[in-house]
């Protein structure tokens, strides 16, 4: 008898075509692809109530050539002008490219690029080559009222670079990219801000070849989006790493900048610590373009010490058992550890099959072992440092965590983990293909209300019949943790999306969440900021935003709720 073939989806295995809108939604590098695949399909299939025969007709998949109706908008002498200051060669007028650049990697956008719909497309893209260039661009912009759009790696999740009122997009990445300094003895790294993240970390964890220091660097920040963000990407959205509970946010990382805006350029002081005032640095950090154009950052850096990194897993009984945990750890003062992540029992379950480790002899010893699944949560870290310092933070956390009921997995589920942390967000395009969107949001909390803000923001998207809601704790403070929710539906229509999505936020803002914990705020969250912070802060911004840009011409049309 002919034994019956497994049927397997079409997922995408090929560059997007070159032009098309799939080129500019795709996630990630043009070649790099993530299948959903054995234990997930299935999950997905029972989820959505689908069967094979619905994973044979794809939906707007984007091929078509990038079309774009909208005038370039600019004037012929504006043109020239741009063109004698940078070259022919680093003024883009095409179509393809002027969408490219307008564009972030925001659901919706994705969603409306599929359908080609293109709603906001700069009117010029311009890659600066240095800082006297940048100079130059923002003071004759500011003088021709021409909207400037700051774009680095192009991963803003929240509409962070969409152009609503045409301009320019300044390109940063394509030139302004390299790491130039690494001072040893203050042990900092002075970077243009357009470098690429794997390019900061390589070039760090190099510095004895490249800039000849006695040791080699690393600068401790690693997001999900490490291949497809910038240095100056991370300060202006305040982003946070998957080792930042042990290194810090980037806001922790910064210790001086240099702005081009149009009321002048400045670059803040790069002492350790000063009482000279209100720190016009900090005031910086998280400005979202919205401010001015980051050209150049100081970053903290850290001995690199990859021989004592020692990793850690455990299963705990209960979401309230690990959260305690966790706690008590964070609370400990012992040190703390570099990646340090809990799941709820629902991300757990997704992610013990996303690692091929359902149905392991793990698994099957955690639930002989009373470790249920839909309850039991996956607790892994790291710990990086001196090698005393590692060895005693590792034992404690051990400690802690068989007091509370875990048991211990060792260090595997944590290398399964590394080896797809960065392709996770790859299985987008293929998922979007069948009209199923993966999507995140992210917010921080006390300790006291930890527990509530995760159990109402839950059962607001498990409102939705069918919906998959997986969270996670993954940067650890002693006065409380983000909660990370990743939410998978099947739904077509944009305008839906948005609605879902808006319900989400409501609830984080409700239930006492901060807005965004590490996303940054761009346009899609703004209309929330000014009930987050209220009407006395957010003048603060305003007046910051009137002093240093008078002519609203960086990054308009709602960036952090500013006009």
């Known amino acids: 008898m002919k034994r019956k073939t497994k049927f397997v989806p079409d997922w995408s295995d090929k560059p997007p075509e070159k032009g098309s809108y799939r ?16 234990p997930w399909y299935p999950m997905l299939k029972e989820a959505f109530g689908m069967d094979d ?7 707007f998949e984007g091929r078509d050539p990038v079309s774009v109706s909208a005038e370039i908008g600019l004037s012929r002498t504006q043109v020239d002008w741009f063109v004698h200051l940078l070259g022919r060669d680093n003024v883009s007028l095409d179509p393809f490219n002027r969408v490219k650049y307008s564009h972030g990697q925001t659901m919706e956008e994705a969603m409306e690029l599929r359908r080609g719909i293109v709603p906001y497309v700069a009117r010029a893209v311009i890659h600066p080559e240095n800082k006297r260039q940048v100079q130059e661009i923002v003071s004759y912009c500011n003088q021709q009222k021409i909207p400037i759009y700051p774009y680095g790696g192009g991963s803003s999740v929240t509409l962070g670079v969409r152009p609503v009122r045409g301009g320019i997009i300044l390109s940063m990445a394509t030139h302004m990219n390299r790491v130039l300094e690494v001072n040893e003895q203050n042990q900092t790294a002075r970077v243009q801000a357009g470098c690429m993240g794997p390019v900061y970390e390589e070039t760090l964890n190099h510095s004895v070849h490249l800039f000849r220091t006695r040791r080699n660097y690393t600068g401790g920040h690693f997001p999900q989006s490490l291949e497809m963000s910038t ?39 790069d002492y350790p610590s000063a009482a000279t005032g209100p720190k016009v640095n900090d005031i910086m950090k998280g400005s979202e373009g919205a401010f001015g154009v980051l050209v150049e950052v100081t970053m903290k850096i850290f001995r690199y010490m990859p021989k004592n990194c020692r990793r850690f897993s455990f299963m705990f009984p209960s979401w309230e058992a690990a959260v305690n945990a966790a706690r008590e750890i964070s609370q400990g003062e012992f040190g703390k550890p570099a990646v340090f992540r809990i799941s709820d029992a629902e991300e757990t379950d997704a992610g013990l099959k996303l690692y091929h480790l359902s149905g392991s002899m793990l698994d099957r010893v955690a639930t002989l072992l009373k470790y249920k699944p839909m309850k039991r949560c996956l607790c892994m870290g790291t ?26 997995l060792g260090g595997f589920p944590v290398k399964r983990w590394e080896q797809t942390r960065y392709s996770e967000p790859y299985l987008r395009d293929d998922l979007q293909d069948y009209g199923i969107l993966i999507d995140t949001l992210e917010t921080s909390i006390g300790w006291d209300k930890f527990q509530t803000l995760h159990d109402a923001v839950r059962k607001v998207i498990k409102s939705r019949p069918r919906t998959i809601c997986m969270a996670h704790a993954s940067h650890i403070y002693p006065q409380g943790a983000n909660l990370y929710f990743i939410f998978i539906v099947k739904m077509g229509d944009v305008e839906e999306y948005r609605r879902f999505r808006s319900g989400i936020l409501d609830a984080i803002l409700i239930n006492g969440g901060a807005m965004s914990h590490h996303h940054g705020m761009g346009k899609m969250i703004a209309p929330w900021l000014g009930r987050h912070l209220g009407s006395v802060q957010m003048e603060v911004l305003r007046a910051l935003k009137r002093h240093f840009d008078p002519n609203d011409i960086m990054n308009p049309g709602g960036q952090l709720g500013l006009d």
């Open 53 to 59: 025969s619905d994973f044979n007709r794809k939906v």
């Open 383 to 408: 710990v990086e440092g001196e090698r005393g310092f590692v060895r005693n933070v590792n034992r404690r956390i051990f400690r802690i965590c068989i007091r509370k009921g875990a048991l211990p």
């Open 231 to 269: 240095v100056g990407g991370w300060v202006a959205a305040l982003g946070s790493g998957q080792a930042s509970t042990y290194y810090g946010d980037a806001c922790d990382l910064v210790l001086s900048q240099e702005y081009v805006t149009p009321a002048g350029t400045f670059r803040t002081l």
């Open 23 to 38: 080129a500019v939604f795709k996630m990630g590098a043009p070649d790099r692809f993530k299948h959903p695949g054995d």
